[in-house]
């Protein structure tokens, strides 16, 4: 992992591989984050008892991320948990036949997911690409192949 929690930070061109292992919000990139996130990458193989993890992003409470990817074997698919948030032009590809969703977890009302894509050909998931009890934001261009 990158960075445990970051508030108002702003991480650009960097790439995260190898295999955690944690309780909730594990990722490759940052467990708890606000700020901006550009061309990231992370491949990385996430083992949690529970909890939303994320390949790139655990939880992501503010902000923008975009133009990255995120790879791997783990229960979660991009990030985790999103608020209040950004999300564009970004990719996720789990490998694991235990995954939930996709793309999020969790995303809130004030979230906008624009332009982004799941690849999950290599699992057996049928649950759509972000999983919430509260989400009634923007989700467009979010699909499954």
């Given at each position: 992992?990158?960075?445990?929690?970051?508030?108002?930070?702003?991480?650009?061109?960097?790439?995260?591989?190898?295999?955690?292992?944690?309780?909730?919000?594990?990722?490759?990139?940052?467990s708890n984050?606000?700020?901006t996130v550009e061309a990231c990458y992370t491949n990385v193989s996430?083992?949690?008892p529970t909890g939303?993890?994320?390949g790139l992003i655990g939880r992501f409470k503010g902000g923008s991320i975009e133009n990255?990817?995120?790879e791997g074997n783990m229960s979660g698919g991009f990030i985790g948990e999103i608020d209040n948030a950004v999300v564009e032009n970004c990719y996720s590809?789990?490998?694991?036949?235990?995954?939930?969703?996709g793309f999020a977890c969790e995303a809130d009302?004030?979230?906008?997911?624009?332009?982004?894509y799941v690849n999950n050909e290599k699992t057996s998931?049928?649950?759509?690409?972000?999983?919430?009890?509260?989400?009634?934001?923007?989700v467009a261009w979010v699909s499954t192949k």
């Open positions: 992992m990158l960075a445990g929690t970051g508030s108002n930070a702003s991480i650009t061109n960097c790439y995260v591989t190898g295999k955690l292992k944690g309780r909730a919000y594990i990722s490759g990139l940052a984050l606000r700020g996430i083992s949690v939303a993890n994320g990255s990817y995120s590809s789990v490998t694991s036949s235990s995954f939930y969703y009302s004030a979230s906008t997911i624009l332009n982004s998931n049928t649950r759509p690409p972000v999983g919430s009890n509260n989400f009634t934001g923007t």
